[in-house]
């Protein structure tokens, strides 16, 4: 099965967000010029009503199902109950309405959570459901992994082609930075970049440093979901990511060089570090579709800083 997306009519949920305008704009440059985009404002995925009007209103023929509430541990640790709910419903209920409304093809995005803790490095596909996941995000993860049962459900009882991607941690252009809710990437360039400002003498991290991630440029990440919605169609999960791996304490380091913070970093042990290791294989998106990433982790991280101080200025100059 192959699409040809620009003779399609695609909606995109989230793609307002972080990865959603990435993936937006590969659609457009392929041609796709029919790319609907509901906002929460006028549609609420988590009532089944509102998901079931936006179908019937916007008859879509392809759906990508990006939209979610996301965040990092501290996120994460203080909401558990309402990103188990929120993630859960909105995916129940835009599967359901795909299938209803018989989309020709359903991509839904997961996420790296949903591996157990305690997975063998590089993480398979295969292993997705040895152990339980992280317990600092096990409700999210979780939330999202369910998808995945209901999709390959939906195959097997009615024939419904969905499908279901495990990307990694992402960074890039147009991330939050909000200490509340944003990702290890972005919160590290806020600290180094308000300390460099302040000229303060040192940064503090969350845990040891010794837990390791996987990043994958967002650009490139939107490059493998829409190369997966035109050429992928079977009930196994697929990673996507780079195949590169960090520890946090070299991350911080790598950070606080490129965005010229020269203080020292001061670990606090007594916060989680979360998932011990994270490394994806990558193989399985490389055979059945053709994706691989591009995007080198230094290259990506000096666009995301250019692109913070780029907003940073422009908003500084907007105020005065």
Known sequence: MSLDLARERVCVTGGTGFLGRHVVAALEGRGCRDVIVPRRTDCDLREADATARLFAETRPTVVIHLAAVVGGIGANRAHPGSFFYDNAAMGL??????????????????????????????????????????????????????????????????????????????????????????????????????????????????????????????????????????????????????????????????????????????????????????RLDTSRARERFGFVARTSFVEGLRRTIAWTEETRLSARAAAR
């Not at 993860?141 to 941690?169: C, D, H, S, T």
């Not at 909000?178 to 303060?200: E, F, G, M, N």
């Not at 967002?218 to 195949?243: C, F, K, M, Q, W």
């Not at 606080?256 to 994270?278: C, K, L, S, Y």
Request: glycine residues 8%; negative net charge; hydrophobic residues 35%.
């Open 93 to 278: 209920h835009v599967v359901e309405q795909s299938r209803r409304a018989g989309v020709r093809k359903l991509t839904c995005v997961g996420t790296v959570c949903a591996y157990p803790k305690h997975t063998p490095v590089p993480f398979s596909e295969d292993d997705l459901w040895n152990g339980y996941p992280e317990e600092t995000n096990a409700a999210y993860g979780l939330a999202k992994k369910m998808l995945l049962v209901q999709l390959q459900a939906y195959r097997e009882e009615y024939g419904f082609p969905g499908i279901y991607l495990l990307p990694v941690n992402l960074y890039g252009p147009h991330d939050s930075d909000d200490p509340a809710k944003s990702h290890v990437i972005p919160a590290l360039i806020r600290k180094c970049r308000d300390a460099r400002d302040a000229s303060a003498p040192a940064i503090l991290c969350w845990g040891d440093g010794s837990a390791t991630r996987e990043f994958l440029y967002v650009e490139d990440a939107a490059e493998g979901i829409v190369l997966a919605t035109e050429r992928y169609d079977a009930p196994e999960p697929v990673n996507l990511g780079s195949g590169v791996e960090i520890s946090i304490r070299d991350l911080a380091h790598t950070i606080a060089r490129e965005t010229g913070f020269t203080g020292d970093i001061v670990w606090d042990a007594t916060q989680p570090n979360g998932q011990p290791r994270r």
